[in-house]
């Protein structure tokens, strides 16, 4: 079968430390537990994709080691289409170090290892996969040309092309914006891409409408506990999250992103298709870990 969303993007070993607090500059810090689960922003929406509904196709590489077979294996039995997920001889598979705290919030560094091999010679080597597709998602945490070439191949072949900005360092270049469909930030993203600080409802509505003076299709801000701001030139629509007990946010905004994706393949509007990756974002802050914190589609069935 045909996959109808295609993910461009990264595969991450996560070495995720709990502590009370996150540790400041030059302070060793006793934690609590640790554990070792997939992740990366891109498996992690290509997972929620498939839990979700969708059928889905990776592209991306992983490293030559341990790491890297659990991270292709992680997503295949998820029955997703893994041609496309490379293995970079001599190189590290991507690590993600993540430590979360008492309150859920978790700070990352991440080493890209094959993710930074990801070249757009090596997604054109796949372009069946994107020529099938109906929804193309990229995020940023694999090299810039590669997103650059993959968002101007989605639009050139008519794709409902995704652009999670994450993780965002500063504006985007300009050229990429009449290539998204939808662009969803979270709060610090759309602070990055716009320079302005976004932190309520009508910070996140005036960095929408920058975004989309630049270009943009439409723009979805995550606002975590305070939902999602929809934006778009007929206006903007808020959505509030429903209330959780959140214990780890991580991958958070990736099942969003895979709910709202596999909404939309299966034929939901966009409100519907929101409102359905927020569920499931919701129910993952729940529980710990990337991947592991993914629900399935039966769980979010009333
Ligand atoms: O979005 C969460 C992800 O960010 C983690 O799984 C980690 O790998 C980093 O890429």
Redesign the pocket.
Known sequence: MHAKVVVVG?L???LVARAQRLPRAGETLAGESFFT?????G??QAVAVARLGGSVAMVGNVGDDAYGQQLRQALEVEGIDCQAVGVCPGVSS???L?TVDAASQNC?V?IPGGNALLTPESVQRFDALLQVAEVIICQL?VPTETVAWTLARGRELGKQVILNP??ATGPLPAEWFAHIDYLTPNESEAEALTGEPVNDLESARRAGERLLQLGAGKVIVTLGAQGALFVSRDGSQHFPAPQVQPLDT?????TFIGGFAAALVQGKGEGEAIVFGQRAAALSVTRAG??PSIPYLAELTP
């Open positions: 990264s991450n070993m996560d689960v997939p992740g990366g922003k498996a992690n991507g690590v993600a993540i990352i991440i945490e994450a993780p991580t991958a958070a905004g990736d990337a991947q």
